[in-house]
């Protein structure tokens, strides 16, 4: 098959890559997840290149998989060399990527058609917004995985039939708010296979998502609620997150929860809503949020010790945060009206992606951000961890 260019106007904001080729230290992530309903299983695989410059301390890639019961696999890639990706500074242009490995002929690293791909690539992956395939294997453990699927994309970030919105809003093309954060497909259809150390997965229009993150300075803490697959809702996606980052000589938390339900985006983030969450160090996640129309309610918990998965840093990619696909999360939409409000969704799943990252989590973590009606939430409260 030939690669899917998405209509320019059908393309999420900073889908393209973000290095604008100078020295200074940078990362960039990609994320991608397939759910099976019918296993009670989740794929999800992240990718990640630091210093693509070459020749830094922290220069490379990696692919991480999260597997069936949270199970884990990675492999690194020294050679920044070979990776790709489609774009120019800001994030312009389609979603493409990839990073290859070991290779049976000597290229220029690029997209290739699905079928070389797998004639010449031994090791690596390839992905846009409507194709995801890859192989990584450990000759020192024998274990590998190869997946191939198409995707189909359903939501992005805002309402279905408009032009998608930058998920952190029109800041996150200045530099100076890092790192940026984009949810590229909130919810999409998945249809192909994966093998998982010699077993065989095949789906058909399975949920979907994707999201990435990029820029010169890192997270001090975070949390992510995520999930698209919830009980007799098909048409429901939940992405809740906050961090702790700095910004020029301040330290600033913000929060954000979004969910995708029979055709718009209902939005909460400080440019218009009041948010506020208690996190604990593993197990618990409770986030609340509200404006003059509409209220919510994100509770999420977890009973399974997680997995350590790695992250960039300032020091490299190290073992910094811990996840699971295996969450429990109960979400309640409601609209306000003169007379009270109105109840428009609640809906649970046992499939929600959970994460907490960053600086050691000793305590809850209790913040809030809130919304400045006269600058439209360009300033944002600083509270402590």
């Not at 010169?216 to 698209?228: Q, T």
């Amino acid at each position: 098959m030939d690669v899917q260019i998405l209509p320019t106007r059908l393309i999420t904001p900073h889908s393209g890559y973000h290095w604008d080729g100078s020295p200074r230290r940078f990362f960039e992530g990609w994320y991608y997840r397939v759910t099976l309903p019918e296993l009670n299983q989740t794929f999800a695989f992240m990718y990640s290149i630091e210093d693509p410059i070459g020749g830094q301390p922290y220069s490379g890639g990696a692919a991480q998989v999260l597997g069936p019961d949270d199970g884990y696999f990675c492999r690194t890639f020294a050679d920044v060399g070979q990776f790709w990706s489609w774009g120019a500074p800001l994030g312009m242009g389609a979603l493409g990527l990839g990073h290859w490995g070991k290779t049976r002929d000597a290229q220029r690293p690029r997209w290739l058609p699905p079928a070389e791909f797998d004639r010449y690539i031994e090791q690596g992956y390839q992905g846009t917004h409507t194709w995801h395939q890859g192989h990584l294997c450990d000759p020192g453990t024998g274990q590998e995985a190869h997946w191939r699927y198409q995707i189909q994309p359903v939501y992005a970030w805002g309402d279905q039939g408009k032009s998608p919105r930058s998920t952190g809003g029109l800041l996150s093309f200045l530099p100076m708010f890092e790192p940026g954060w984009q949810i590229m497909m909130a919810h999409g259809l998945a249809t192909g296979w994966i093998d998982w150390q010699g077993q065989r997965y095949v789906f058909e229009k399975s949920p979907a998502y994707a999201e990435k993150n990029w820029g010169g300075s890192f997270p001090r803490k975070w949390f992510w609620i995520n999930c698209n697959c919830f009980a007799e809702q098909p048409d429901l996606a939940l992405t809740a997150a906050a961090g702790r980052r700095g910004v020029l000589w301040w330290m600033e938390s913000v929060g954000l929860i979004g969910v995708h339900y029979q055709g718009r985006l209902y939005e909460f983030a400080p440019w218009n809503s009041e948010v506020s969450w208690s996190v604990t160090p593993w197990g618990e996640w409770s986030m609340q949020a509200h404006n003059h129309r509409y209220g919510i309610e994100v509770q999420a918990s977890c009973d399974r010790p997680g997995t350590p998965l790695r992250a960039p840093t300032q020091k490299g990619l190290i073992y910094i945060c811990k996840d699971t696909m295996q969450g429990r999360v109960t979400v309640t939409l409601k609209r306000y009206h003169q007379h009270g409000s109105t109840l428009l969704l609640k809906a649970y799943s046992h499939l929600c992606g959970l994460e907490i990252g960053g600086d050691p989590w000793q305590t809850a973590w209790i913040s809030e951000t809130i919304h400045n009606a006269e600058d439209e939430g360009l300033q944002r409260i600083v509270v402590p961890s």
